[in-house]
């Protein structure tokens, strides 16, 4: 047998009470949480077919050869489409296609663009993060979308959190734009960032990515989209 006292007792049924509600919650928002799935996508450049190492020395495995890990955990991990297509296979036109869905010719802007296309495509109402923000995903892009970024990241239409280079030529940028990247709300604003290590491109992306995801949480509300 066992003997409680007043205090005792309360304490065990204030402790049976909590568990039971946070288990109630748990349940609620299980049954609740949207189940449709997330998705990271990795944009990335270069990926050669032939590298080059000398002169007249060429891998055949491209620049993937030299990394890999990466080759390792995207490919190996991954699925190989051997028989893809890309309308317009350079640069900045590419990449808006890849994010609107659409041609080249439907992206054309003549003049001083981004070799003939509108980077302000990347946030146009026919981008996917407008598609899938319009579809109830929380969205996010780090890094290098486009090649000219200047243009629309301080107004990234359908994106909710955004950590990208102002000018994207070279390594390290000196100003960056940054847009709820803590989950934190705001406006997106210009930021000078001194060049140091932690700074170089790809860190600034990867790390500002995993923050995010960690301020979201493993189990959002909402599916993402970056």
């Not at 990335?44 to 390792?72: C, H, I, R, W």
């Not at 629309?152 to 994106?159: A, K, Q, R, S, Y």
């Not at 709300?185 to 140091?196: D, H, I, L």
Request: charged share 15%.
């Amino acid at each position: 047998a066992v003997a409680w006292g007043r205090g005792a007792r309360s304490a065990f049924e204030t402790s049976l009470s909590r568990q039971h509600v946070d288990q109630h919650q748990a349940q609620h928002e299980a049954q609740h949480r949207d189940s449709r799935p997330n998705f990271v996508v990795f944009l990335t450049d270069d990926q050669d077919k032939l590298f080059q190492l000398g002169a007249n020395e060429y891998v055949e495995d491209g620049s993937m050869s030299v990394m890999p890990k990466t080759s390792q955990r995207l490919i190996g991990g991954g699925v190989t489409l051997r028989n893809f297509f890309v309308n317009t296979p350079i640069c900045c036109p590419s990449r808006i296609t890849l994010l609107t869905g659409r041609m080249f010719h439907n992206n054309y802007k003549p003049g001083n663009t981004c070799m003939r296309v509108n980077a302000s495509d990347a946030v146009s109402e026919h981008s996917v993060f407008n598609v899938m923000r319009n579809s109830g995903y929380t969205t996010g892009a780090f890094g290098k979308v486009t090649n000219d970024q200047s243009n629309w990241v301080l107004d990234p239409t359908g994106i909710d959190a955004l950590a990208c280079q102002w000018s994207t030529s070279g390594y390290y940028s000196s100003y960056y734009a940054f847009k709820n990247s803590q989950g934190v709300g705001g406006a997106s604003e210009k930021v000078y960032v001194n060049k140091t290590p932690s700074t170089y491109t790809t860190s600034m992306a990867g790390n500002h990515t995993i923050e995010w995801l960690d301020t979201i949480g493993p189990h959002p509300s909402k599916p993402f989209f970056c």
